[in-house]
Structures are given as C-alpha cells and as structure tokens.
C-alpha cells in the first residue's frame, strides 16, 4: 500500500470550545486510537486533512503520523483513516479518528473497486454498471490492498462479474457474500426502465417529505 507523510501535534485539552477554537486557527482535533494503544489527541491542519481526503478518496492508503509532542521530540504512528466528521450543512470538517495498526493484527477495511477493460457486452450496445463499489476485508496491515480491480473485459449482454469471480490474495479474507454482483452489463432497453424506476422513486421520497 502506498504512504504518506502527515504533521500532527499533541494536545492536552478536549472539548467543544477548545476544539472551536483550534478550527479558527485552521487546525483539526482528531484522535489516534487502536488495539492495545493508548488513546492520544491530536490537532492536524486543515490543508493536510484535505490531502489526505483526496489521496484517500479512490483508495486506501497508510498514513504516517509525525507527531509533535511539545519540546519532547517526535512520535511516528502507523495509521488509516477511520472516520471523517464534517458538518451536514456546511460540509466544515469537525473532527478526525486515525485508527492505528498492530502489523501482527488483521484489520477489516472496506477496499475500493476499479472496474478495468471494455466489456464486450458494451461494444455490442450494452451497458456496464457498476452494483458494489467497495468491498469488506480482512487481513494483516501487510496485505492490504489499496484497491481490488475487477477484470470485466468478458462480460456479454446479460452477465454478471460476482464477488468470487474476483482475483483476491489468499491471505485476504472477504468478508461479503460471495454470490453478490459487482458488475452486471444490461441492454440499453433494462438500463433505461432501471434508471426510470429510479427517477420515479426519487420522486415518491421528494413527495413524502413535502407532506
């Protein structure tokens, strides 16, 4: 997997109005927990939380947490992204959990899924969707993926690529139902009346909030 290098600083005060007044200096209370691990709270500037959601966004990627701890020299951790609280309104980043890794411990994480090559379905008019977009895992640090591409080259009108069709490491656990479609190419005709029921769904829902 790949890895990138953050800043963080220690601090020893918690709560909403600390934590206000962290933002208004551009910096972000998060937490760094994981199995066995002491707990520790941490700030991180809102420019490198904003690199890190993009370099994260398509996949997963460690995070190597340079920490500051007032004049006492630096801490490095070994951590993934756990959780991103932002606000519903505003979409403002509230606050970040860093999950730290154990290399001799199995993790689960969801993985990303990169449907790669044309299918042959598609070049006959058919239409390529895409059901499941990440996929449960588990295994040690060392073998995670960053992403799981899925090969949907072969699929005719009317084919499915499902989840143990994949191509997955024997030393990654899936822990999703193997029988669930990934990918499936429909006629444009199936494509259509999907996206109808779809619109039309939406359009129950807007109806009953209005009520």
Sequence with gaps: MKQIAVKAQLREKKGKSWAKKLRVKKLIPCICYGPGKENMMLAVELSEIHRIIKTTKEVNIFIELNIERDGKGKEKRLVLLKDLQQNPITDEILHVD??????????SVDVPIRLVNTPVGVKKGGV???????????????????????????????????????????????DEDPEQAVAVVTSPEAA?????????QAEEKKEKVNL
Excluded: N, W
């Design 128 to 174: 390529l969707q895409q059901i499941v977009r990440e996929l449960g895992i588990t295994c040690l640090p060392k073998y995670l993926m960053d992403h799981i591409e899925a090969d949907v080259s072969q699929l005719e009108i009317g084919d499915a690529l499902h989840i143990k069709d994949l191509e997955i490491p024997k030393e990654i656990k899936i």
């Design 192 to 200: 259509e009346e999907e996206e109808k029921e779809a619109e039309e």
């Design 98 to 107: 860093f999950y730290e890794l154990s290399m001799d411990r199995e993790i």
